[in-house]
């Protein structure tokens, strides 16, 4: 039925095993859990180990999201991955999921937003729930980012972890779901976070890998402004659309990048730091599995019920940002 309001019905994450602390990286490369404290929030992040790949966490992820959706995979009919670390170049890292769970009649592809794929996908998946053109969407945000780091850069190397999280849209009840969002990028700031090798630009070979061109390349200070400001107004932006202020929110979800970045857009914003959740400290920066590992954590935790207000909101490289609003 076209114009039918999408809601999540299930989410579920999962990350490895193995966990890397500050104290770890301190014996790597010349840095303190002192200094990655203050600049980050950060106390540890998951590493998988060398035999895991993306799709891997993605798959339990999106098992446990469908299980708890009270749906079988053969419902399915769109399913995209969220990644920048997919399991190879083709096919994409949707295709492998969906064939994985058994979700024979989905549609299936990847976004490649970074930090904001989750809602990237959110967004393209609401809008065809909307439209009538399918019923069930899942999107999952995995990443395997510590195979991507240079662990001689203390600026990047104590940033980023390793996990998957997973959403199921459906139609929704009532005055529930999506009620506003929006996705935005300027690819002028391409070079404040980016990965220059292993494209058609610069091939894989001998040269770029000695090079180190396949690692991500960051310019902290610039990126921090961009985001905080970014940020903060496009929440503002579905704030709006929803017809809602920051006084109505419940529960804002962040993208969890620095906790200084999730600080200064609450205090832009004016959203009590009661209501603003994080889990940086444990999972440092999982880039598109970051929100909703998040939500997963508070639905779990009954930090979100039933009539709440959420936002979510999220920057990352490219630069892309984005943010939804709904009512749980």
């Known amino acids: 039925m076209a114009n039918q309001r999408a809601g999540i019905l299930g989410t579920g994450h999962s990350y490895p095993e193995g966990i890397l602390t500050n104290a770890d990286l301190a014996k790597m490369v010349e840095t303190s859990d002192e200094w990655i404290t ?79 794929g989750f809602l990237y996908g959110v967004s393209l998946a609401d809008s065809m729930i909307r439209t009538g053109q399918v019923r069930y969407a899942v999107v999952v945000g995995a990443e395997v980012l510590t195979q991507y780091v240079d662990y001689t850069d203390r600026q990047t190397c104590v940033l980023f972890g390793d996990g998957a999280g997973a959403a199921v849209l459906g139609p929704a009840e009532g005055n529930r779901g999506i009620l506003a ?50 940020m903060t107004e496009i929440s503002r932006d579905v704030l709006e659309q929803g017809g809602s202020k920051s006084d109505d929110v419940d529960l804002f979800i962040p993208h969890q990048a620095n906790q200084r970045i999730t600080e ?39 930090r979100v019920n039933e009539g709440d207000l959420v936002l979510m909101a999220s920057f990352g490289g490219g630069v892309t940002w984005g943010a939804v609003l709904m009512r749980w």
Do not use: W
């Not at 180990?49 to 009270?70: C, D, G, L, N, W």
């Not at 001998?206 to 961009?226: I, Q, R, S, Y």
């Not at 857009?265 to 889990?279: E, I, M, P």
């Not at 598109?288 to 998040?294: F, K, L, M, T, V």
């Open 38 to 116: 203050t600049r980050t929030g950060i106390k540890q992040r998951r590493k998988a180990a060398p035999h895991e790949y993306t799709s891997m966490f993605a798959v339990r992820a999106v098992r446990q999201a469908i299980e708890r959706a009270k749906l079988d995979p053969s419902d399915i009919d769109l399913l995209i991955c969220a990644t920048v670390s997919p399991d190879q170049i083709l096919p994409s890292t949707g295709c492998i999921i969906q064939a994985e769970i058994g979700a024979h009649n989905a549609a299936a592809m990847d976004v490649v937003a970074a930090c904001s």
């Open 264 to 302: 200064a857009v609450a205090d832009r914003l004016n959203v009590d730091t009661s209501k603003v959740y994080s889990n940086i400290a444990v999972h440092g920066n999982t880039s598109a599995a970051s929100i909703p590992i998040a939500l997963d954590e508070c639905v779990q935790s009954k």
């Open 181 to 230: 969002s929006k996705i935005k990028s300027d690819g002028r700031y391409e070079e404040q976070l980016y990965s220059p090798g292993g494209g058609t630009r610069r091939k894989p070979s001998a040269e770029t890998l000695a090079a180190g061109d396949h690692f991500f390349k960051m310019k902290g200070n610039e990126l921090f402004k961009v985001a905080v400001r970014s």
